[in-house]
């Protein structure tokens, strides 16, 4: 099992650059969440998807889309990037609501905007 | 949005002590789960905990669910290098609709 799979590792765009950031899970998940980690302040939540065709904003989901066309993919995307998105990115899932094995995290991607 | 309290923020030892961090909030909750994030990597679940009172261990962890369900605490015994990293809480209000929140973090430094 690969679990939840990020890519790009890493990545630096230009202001005003869109990108895709990639997300696949392949423990056939139905919840799938999007967060962003800022030094000193934690985690704080995008997007999130119940399921396939489903998503739902998170605590700071301005500048960002999401897209949940299929259970084991949750791509999130930034359309006009800012120096404010300069973030890490983490990638999330969990079989249901329920937290009983918590959220299984992807590797992350550290994303500059300069 | 919601928040949780966690301390401390950072925390400087040498190898061989021991470690206590703690999480807190003004509202109750069901669920209380610890993370640990490796430097380059994300959060993995180190213990979950779904009753007050409880308190559970894995090697040399060991978490417990505050009486009143605002806190947790864990604790790391006889630290090692390997140790290093960010340690988040999360806590969940209920089942099904609710999503985790976290802390903020403790950052830990283990010195040899």
């Known amino acids: 099992n690969a679990g939840v799979t990020q890519t790009p590792k890493f990545r630096i765009l230009k202001i005003g650059q869109s990108m895709t950031l990639q997300c696949t899970q392949d423990?056939?998940?139905?919840?799938m969440y999007w967060y962003r980690q800022d030094p000193g302040m934690g985690l704080k939540l995008i997007y999130y998807?119940?399921?396939?065709?489903?998503?739902d904003k998170g605590e700071v989901p301005n500048g960002y889309n999401v897209s949940r066309s299929t259970t084991e993919d949750f791509p999130l995307r930034l359309e006009l990037a800012a120096p404010s998105q300069t973030s890490v990115y983490f990638c999330?899932?969990?079989?249901?609501?329920?937290?009983?094995?918590?959220?299984?995290f992807g590797s992350g991607t550290r994303l500059t905007v300069v | 949005g919601q928040q949780l309290n966690q301390s401390p923020q950072s925390m400087f030892i040498q190898e061989g002590e021991d470690v206590s961090m703690n999480c807190t909030s003004s509202?109750?909750?069901?669920?209380w789960l610890w993370y640990k994030q490796d430097p380059g990597e994300g959060p993995v679940l180190l213990i979950a905990?779904?009753?007050?009172?409880e308190l559970t261990s894995n090697g040399r962890l060991t978490a417990q669910f505050g009486i009143t369900r605002k806190d947790s605490f864990l604790n790391i015994s006889a630290s090692i290098p390997s140790d290093v990293g960010i340690y988040f809480c999360?806590?969940?209000?209920?089942?099904?609709?609710?999503?985790?929140?976290f802390g903020k973090g403790t950052k830990l430094t283990v010195n040899p």
């Open positions: 998807s119940v399921g396939a065709g489903i998503t």
């Open positions: 999360a806590g969940q209000r209920q089942g099904g609709s609710e999503k985790l929140v």
């Open positions: 905990l779904y009753k007050a009172g």
């Open positions: 423990m056939n998940h139905n919840y």
């Open positions: 999330a899932s969990s079989k249901d609501g329920w937290s009983k094995d918590g959220y299984t």
């Open positions: 509202s109750i909750f069901n669920t």
